[in-house]
């Protein structure tokens, strides 16, 4: 073969790699171009999975919270805004209380997955609450508040104690009771048999059985954050609780509200008529008296 045969088979080689390169090229642009659009149609329409959805939501109340902090007004208006923030645990703290011993001071956590009791251990501290009754305790801000209750010493007390659930060990200090720079702060009277209920960083103690055995039906609301300040709840609308004490009170996050219920106010057998519950608004600050559907439970 002569040597120009040899040169046009070369160029013939190289002419049909060049086609071949074109052809593949005709057909993969415009495949590329095709999922790059169907990519974004499916971005733009497709549903945000569970996860992203929450994490979307975190982020909406975690912007609300950061307004809320910044607006004017009290505690309670703030909770209006950032109840949805409040910790909902999968257990619960159990403090003091009576038996055939007497009075008692032992703390234990109930681990609701696990349907179990145990004991906690508490750091020895100063300030520890002690034996008492008739005490009432929350987990609110990452902290367990305890107020009031009756003692072997009193009948009924101020005591505020915290415990930050956050660290290890876990141990009781003294805040917010009235003694040192905070001796003229408001606070609550001596009471026990109270209401309260933790709401975000706040705890709400409704009423109670005070000094002299009276029947109290005062509000306050107790800042977790800072130095542990309260702040009194001033009666507001046309509706008011009336005094009682041993009622139960819980908050209904995302109706931003709190629900009381029950009670005894020493003469009658039912502070409010089966049927019925007392609602506070966080948004509006007022009370009001709710007909429940159905018959409802008796008794205080």
Known sequence: MSSWEDDDEEVDSGYMSTSTFTLIMSYLIPLFFTSVF???????????SASEQAETEYKRHERAASEAEA???GMLQKVAKTVRRAIVGDGAFLYGGFNDSGFLSDLHYYNGPKFEWREVKQGLSSSEPGSRVHVRAE????????FGGSSQKEDCTDDLF????????LAWRRAGGGEGDDADAPRPKPRYG??????????VVMGGLGEG???????????????????????????????????AMCAL??????????????????????GVIETFDFGKATWEETVTCGEGPGGG
Not at 162 to 169: A, C, E, T
Request: charged share 20%.
């Open 162 to 169: 915290v415990m930050d659930i956050r660290k290890s060990p």
């Open 71 to 73: 607006s004017e007004g």
């Open 213 to 247: 055995e009276t029947y109290l039906n005062d509000m306050w609301v107790l800042d977790t954050k800072g130095n542990f300040s309260w702040e009194y709840v001033k009666p507001g609308g046309s509706y008011w609780p009336r005094a009682r004490d041993s009622h």
């Open 194 to 203: 109270h209401a309260m209920c933790g709401v975000g960083d706040v705890v």
């Open 139 to 146: 987990c609110a801000g990452g902290f367990l508040v305890m």
């Open 38 to 48: 169907f990519w974004l149609a499916i971005s733009i329409f497709r549903k945000p």
């Open 253 to 274: 996050e995302d109706e931003g509200m709190l629900v009381l219920w029950g009670g005894f106010d020493g003469a009658s057998s039912s502070v409010v008529p089966p």
